[in-house]
């Protein structure tokens, strides 16, 4: 073979490998792109929640997996991460935005940071019960903070998911918001939280659900909120013996995605993923209103003491709080009590 040869047969050889090398490096990354799509054909997804198994967010998920699985026949896997095992609930709507293929349970009150008219939804005493706010989840009006997500890649699979009705429960008993006065009362670390209780009076203190019992115990707060199967699943009652019928938020939240996420799946997957969503969250709701009344008298069981409020007096409190969101479209307030009355 002369020098030509040689230098063609070279070239073609290193060519070759490049192209090998290209080929795996295509690979390498596809395996990590925002499908996660499988060989099969399957699209594996993370659901990711704050909550324990056993609570009933706990049991929507379980059983939103099972009715997506079985309806699209395999073609989506759900998996499930309770208790913040893939982080707390703010660095994992991060990682929905940032493309992971991630399903996160999130508050209307922390989607306040991408979209701030959304949070009023969670604020305190808005409406008398949770069909008033399932109602305004099917509005022009919600339609438009949708968009305006899906604009900060933030897409809402599932709406619907009744929380249940926040209550406090503290060391001291409270039946007033005076009582409050010097209290560390552990709260979500959002805004709309933090300000409803420095509203009452409280010093609302931060901290991550799975760190409150702990927390009880050390004396690093005073008391803490939550719907009733919350408060139990995390044995705050262990602790804190004084249950406050406040019924500060009637919570609902929200499952996102990150937009670009779902845009890539199959149009009929996403269909079921917001079909069995739905299902799931009427399910979930049933369980709750179980579990709430079940929780009520295990709390009464194991000593805790249930106190009546006047309500009219936390609302008075808290009406300032409607002042405090200066980023929020002028007449908000106004506009959502006008929708309610068609509820």
């Known amino acids: 073979m002369n020098v030509k040869g040689f230098l063609k047969l070279k070239l073609s050889f290193f060519a070759i490998v490049l192209l090998i090398f290209t080929v795996a490096c295509s690979s ?128 809402i699979v599932n709406s619907k998911t009744v929380y249940g009705e926040r209550h406090l429960l503290t060391n001291e008993k409270v039946t007033s918001p005076e009582d409050l006065k010097g209290m560390k009362i552990r709260v979500p670390d959002n805004q709309m939280s933090i300000k409803t209780f420095d509203a009452m009076g409280a010093a609302a203190t931060p901290y991550p659900l799975g760190e409150l019992y702990t927390a009880l115990q050390q004396g690093l707060v005073n008391g803490a909120e939550n719907p009733l199967p919350v408060l139990q699943g995390v044995k705050a009652h262990e602790v804190s013996k004084n249950l406050s019928l406040t019924g500060h938020q009637k919570f609902i939240t929200s499952w996102i995605a990150g937009t670009e996420f779902i845009n890539k799946l199959p149009d009929d997957l996403v269909e079921i993923l917001r079909e069995t969503g739905k299902e799931a969250s009427k399910y979930g709701r049933e369980v709750l209103e179980e579990e709430t009344a079940a929780v009520l008298e295990e709390f009464e069981s194991s000593g805790v003491k249930l106190h009546e409020v006047d309500q009219k007096a936390f609302k008075e409190k808290v009406q300032s709080v409607y002042e405090e969101f200066s980023e929020w479209t002028p007449g908000l307030y106004d506009e959502i009590q006008e929708l309610l009355k068609d509820s």
């Open 28 to 155: 390498e990354t596809g395996s990590d792109n925002a499908e996660a799509k499988s060989d099969e054909g399957t699209y594996t997804i993370n659901v990711a929640y704050g909550n324990q198994p056993d609570e009933p967010i706990g049991k929507l998920a379980t059983k939103w997996k099972e009715l997506a699985e079985e309806k699209s026949d395999g073609r989506l896997k759900l998996n499930l991460y309770p208790s913040s095992q893939l982080g707390a609930e703010k660095d994992v709507v991060e990682q929905a935005v940032s493309g992971n293929n991630v399903i996160v349970m999130a508050g209307y009150d922390f989607l306040m940071d991408y979209v701030p008219d959304a949070g009023i939804l969670t604020a305190p005493y808005l409406v008398e019960d949770f069909d008033q706010l399932l109602y305004l989840t099917e509005t022009d009006w919600f339609e438009g903070v949708r968009d305006d997500l899906r604009k900060q890649n933030i897409e």
